[in-house]
Each structure stands twice: as structure tokens, then as C-alpha cells.
């Protein structure tokens, strides 16, 4: 079993930032990608960005230019740095993580979500 545990998340003024955190633990190979979604009201969660072991990120066009993903690999951690922060940014956030188990498995974890609200 692989726990996700994020921090960083709440309330913060339209423009503002908010920096993310996930760390990973248990029984853990290799993380081969971390990421972030949300998750707004009445709506279905949805890709915020995502980062390879390779290093290459995945943003959506919402957030291209504004957030920043980065990843700690010997702490299995990935942060979100999230800057000019508009209000239909708000949502729950949730870390993923696809995790090679020591057996070689293949499984895919989530993080219990964090909620942020940026108002206008």
C-alpha cells in the first residue's frame, strides 16, 4: 500500500499564490508520474498538470504559464507552484501517483484532496 499525504491548500485572494505538496510512502518502487487535478463544484475533476520521472511536465491550457510542477524523486514528492491564481481556480486539488510496487505491479493512488478557494 502507497499513502499520499498533501498540504499547502486554502483560502487565497485572486493574483495571489499557493504552493502545493504531495509526498508519497509505503511500498514504493518507482513512481514513474505525479500529478495534480481538480476538482470544482458540479464539475468532473479534471488534469492540472502532470510530471514524468523523465521530467517532462503536462499542464492544461488553463494553467500554462501560471503553475509550475516540480518533483523531489528521492523524497517522492511533487509540489505545485501555483502563481496569478484566478478564482475558477478553486477546487479540491488531488495528488496521483503511478506507482511500481516492489513486485513489479502497476497501481495508481490518490491523494485525499486539498481544498483551494481564491477569491476575487
Known amino acids: 500500500q502507497v499513502q499520499l499525504v498533501e498540504s499547502g491548500g486554502g483560502l487565497v485572494q485572486a493574483g495571489g499564490s499557493l504552493r502545493l505538496s504531495c509526498s508519497a510512502s509505503?511500498?514504493?518502487?518507482?513512481?514513474?508520474?505525479m500529478g495534480w487535478y481538480r476538482q470544482a463544484p458540479g464539475k468532473q475533476r479534471e488534469l492540472v498538470a502532470v510530471?514524468?520521472?523523465?521530467?517532462?511536465?503536462n499542464y492544461a491550457d488553463s494553467v500554462k504559464g501560471r503553475f509550475a510542477i516540480s518533483r523531489d524523486n528521492a523524497k517522492n514528492t511533487v509540489y505545485l507552484q501555483m502563481n496569478s491564481l484566478k478564482p475558477e481556480d478553486t477546487g479540491v486539488y488531488y495528488c496521483?501517483?503511478?506507482?511500481?510496487?516492489?513486485?513489479?505491479?502497476?497501481?495508481?493512488?490518490w491523494g485525499q484532496g486539498t481544498q483551494d478557494t481564491v477569491s476575487s
Open positions: 496521483e501517483a503511478d506507482v511500481i510496487s516492489p513486485d513489479r505491479g502497476t497501481y495508481n493512488y
Open positions: 509505503g511500498s514504493i518502487f518507482r513512481i514513474n508520474a
Open positions: 510530471l514524468t520521472i523523465s521530467g517532462s511536465p
